[in-house]
């Protein structure tokens, strides 16, 4: 088996690829919102969900609204929160969003099924946000609004997101129905799950932890017969108190079954808890697939 080692980006091309997952996540957020969570009556949570209530009640152009608002909010979060924290990654964000939403205002792809706008809205708009917040970044938006309630009024910074999404999703059930507010809900809870899986991955990554009597000789074969690394931890039985060294191996989802097999051959009793690493940085492992 060939041990891959990817080269260390650097900083200018770190730069490049950051401005290309801002621009590129703002667009799909944009697209998505217009495309799914607009036509179908959407309001879920976030700017653009006060923008689809604006734009319903008083026929506001969300494009207005978004920016408008937004930089409202940037500006309230630098005279409350202090400091140019935000930086200029945000300020594209915040300037970009708007002007992709009023560009693609007219594109409909003929969804008008709530439910698949919720879902399919809920994913694009998880997506996007997802690669802006891998560059570090953001869209602006409530998350300022809540860092702010966050800071003077207490409470978890979740909470505070919570709160605002709240009750803009009880305003979408004044304004069009506590069913479209249930569908609001759901998009927001496919947002969150999407952004989460851009951010750490599907978890392609195990974790085992193997409990042995002969930890030597399962930790060579491990290095031998799967060619992965392995951590020697120190443990000690709850019930004997007695000391018992804890292997710690991470592989992909490919080599489990070999790890396990190789365990097994060696010591049958073994111990062993396999479990999902969603996400492993550092040059002790690469996603090596089955390349041999």
Same mark, same amino acid.
């Given at each position: 088996?060939?041990?891959?080692?990817r080269?260390?980006? !650097?900083?200018?091309?770190l730069?490049?690829v950051?401005?290309?997952?801002i621009f590129?996540?703002?667009?799909?957020v944009?697209?998505?919102y217009?495309?799914?969570?607009?036509? %179908? !009556?959407?309001?879920?949570?976030g700017?653009? @969900?006060f923008a689809?209530?604006?734009?319903?009640s008083?026929n506001v152009?969300?494009a207005?609204?978004?920016?408008?608002? %937004?930089v409202?909010?940037?500006i309230?979060?630098?005279?409350?929160?202090?400091?140019?924290q935000?930086?200029?990654?945000?300020i594209?964000?915040?300037?970009f969003?708007?002007?992709?939403?009023?560009f693609?205002?007219n594109?409909d792809? +003929?969804?008008d099924d709530?439910l698949l706008g919720?879902?399919?809205g809920?994913?694009g708009v +998880?997506? @996007?946000?997802?690669?802006?917040?891998?560059? /570090?970044? /953001?869209? +602006?938006g409530?998350?300022?609004?809540? *860092?702010i309630i966050?800071?003077?009024?207490?409470?978890?910074?979740?909470?505070s997101?919570?709160?605002?999404d @709240?009750?803009i999703?009880t305003g979408?059930?004044?304004?069009f129905g506590l069913?479209?507010?249930?569908?609001?809900?759901?998009?927001?809870?496919v947002? &969150?799950?999407?952004i989460d899986v851009v951010?750490? +991955?599907l978890?392609?990554?195990?974790v085992?932890?193997?409990?042995?009597k002969?930890?030597e000789t399962v930790?060579? !074969?491990?290095l031998?017969?799967?060619?992965r690394?392995v951590?020697k931890?120190?443990?000690r &039985?709850?019930?004997?108190?007695?000391?018992?060294?804890?292997?710690?191996?991470?592989?992909?989802?490919?080599?489990?079954?070999?790890?396990?097999?190789?365990?097994?051959? *060696?010591?049958?009793?073994a111990?062993?808890?396999v !479990?999902?690493? /969603?996400?492993v940085?550092?040059?002790g492992?690469? %996603?090596q697939g %089955?390349?041999?």
């Amino acid at each position: 088996m060939v041990n891959r080692r990817r080269k260390p980006m !650097s900083k200018t091309a770190l730069k490049w690829v950051n401005g290309f997952q801002i621009f590129a996540g703002t667009a799909v957020v944009a697209v998505s919102y217009n495309a799914f969570l607009l036509p %179908n !009556s959407i309001a879920s949570g976030g700017v653009s @969900g006060f923008a689809t209530l604006l734009e319903a009640s008083l026929n506001v152009e969300p494009a207005v609204t978004i920016g408008i608002t %937004n930089v409202l909010l940037f500006i309230l979060g630098l005279l409350l929160l202090g400091g140019l924290q935000y930086g200029a990654k945000t300020i594209i964000g915040t300037l970009f969003l708007p002007f992709i939403v009023y560009f693609t205002r007219n594109w409909d792809i +003929g969804i008008d099924d709530p439910l698949l706008g919720a879902l399919f809205g809920g994913i694009g708009v +998880g997506f @996007g946000l997802g690669l802006v917040f891998r560059a /570090s970044a /953001s869209t +602006g938006g409530t998350d300022l609004l809540a *860092q702010i309630i966050h800071k003077y009024a207490g409470g978890t910074l979740g909470s505070s997101v919570f709160i605002m999404d @709240g009750l803009i999703v009880t305003g979408s059930a004044f304004i069009f129905g506590l069913e479209f507010a249930l569908y609001a809900l759901i998009s927001l809870f496919v947002t &969150g799950r999407t952004i989460d899986v851009v951010q750490t +991955g599907l978890g392609y990554a195990k974790v085992a932890f193997v409990i042995t009597k002969h930890e030597e000789t399962v930790r060579k !074969s491990i290095l031998k017969e799967v060619d992965r690394g392995v951590t020697k931890l120190e443990g000690r &039985g709850g019930f004997t108190n007695d000391a018992r060294p804890v292997l710690m191996c991470v592989v992909n989802r490919g080599e489990v079954t070999r790890l396990k097999r190789v365990i097994q051959l *060696q010591d049958p009793e073994a111990f062993v808890v396999v !479990s999902n690493a /969603s996400e492993v940085l550092g040059q002790g492992f690469e %996603n090596q697939g %089955n390349s041999v």
